[in-house]
């Protein structure tokens, strides 16, 4: 069973997936897996200094150059997704056959619907909380703005949309252990529905 994690920017996604992990459900981080491919050496680093020069160094991509490059600029982001999907999928292929003994795995896929819709998975299970909640958790990275939190919200599908969409919603706006409990009970359920 193929599990779609997802949920907007500040929503407690990573948190809730390290959650699924540590109940041994085998979790597969697109996040992650594009920072490797823009990480030091990364397979992708010298493709996308070729289209947007000056946006890597010996660290691989800088995304502090790079955002800027693609942000608000649909054909520039549109070039960079070209070159970063099928590359995630590969990573995604060979991760589901190192996995395939597994009941159930979970793909954390921060743009599920808005990108790849969730045709590929079984259930899709939604990392949500309050707007207050979100923004101040967002607001409280390093480097983040206003209007960058507003430009990435913007790119994202709105989270009342994504919680209609979902067959689980987890809602992070309380404490850990709240939320722990939520994806124990989800779990439980989708093993139940494997029965």
């Known amino acids: 069973m193929i599990i779609g994690l997802t949920g907007s920017i500040g929503m407690g996604k990573s948190t809730v997936a390290q959650m699924f992990a540590d109940e041994g459900v085998p979790v597969f981080d697109a996040d992650a897996a594009v920072h490797i ?8 680093v010298k493709e996308i200094e070729a289209l947007f020069p000056g946006t890597t160094d010996e660290n691989g991509v800088d995304r ?3 955002g800027p490059a693609v942000l608000g600029n649909p054909d520039a982001l549109k070039k960079l997704e070209a070159l970063i999907h099928p590359a995630v999928g590969a990573m995604r292929s ?4 190192q996995h395939s003994s597994a009941p159930m ?3 954390d896929i921060p743009l599920l619907f808005e990108k790849t819709g ?3 998975v079984d259930h899709v299970v939604v990392v949500s909380a309050g707007e207050e909640e979100q923004r101040t958790r967002v ?3 390093p480097g983040m703005t206003g209007g960058k939190f507003e430009n990435i919200k913007s790119l994202q599908m709105p989270d009342h949309e994504k919680r209609k969409r979902a067959d689980f919603v987890i809602d992070t706006s309380q404490p850990l252990e709240e ?3 939520q994806v124990k009970n989800t779990i439980e359920k989708l093993k139940a529905s494997l029965a």
Request: hydrophobic share 40%; proline share 4%.
């Open 105 to 107: 795995i979970l793909f």
């Open 64 to 66: 502090q150059k790079l």
């Open 118 to 120: 969730a045709g590929g």
């Open 37 to 44: 491919l823009q990480g030091p050496g990364g397979a992708l």
């Open 94 to 97: 060979e991760f589901l056959e």
């Open 179 to 181: 939320t722990r409990k």
């Open 139 to 141: 607001l409280q990275r």
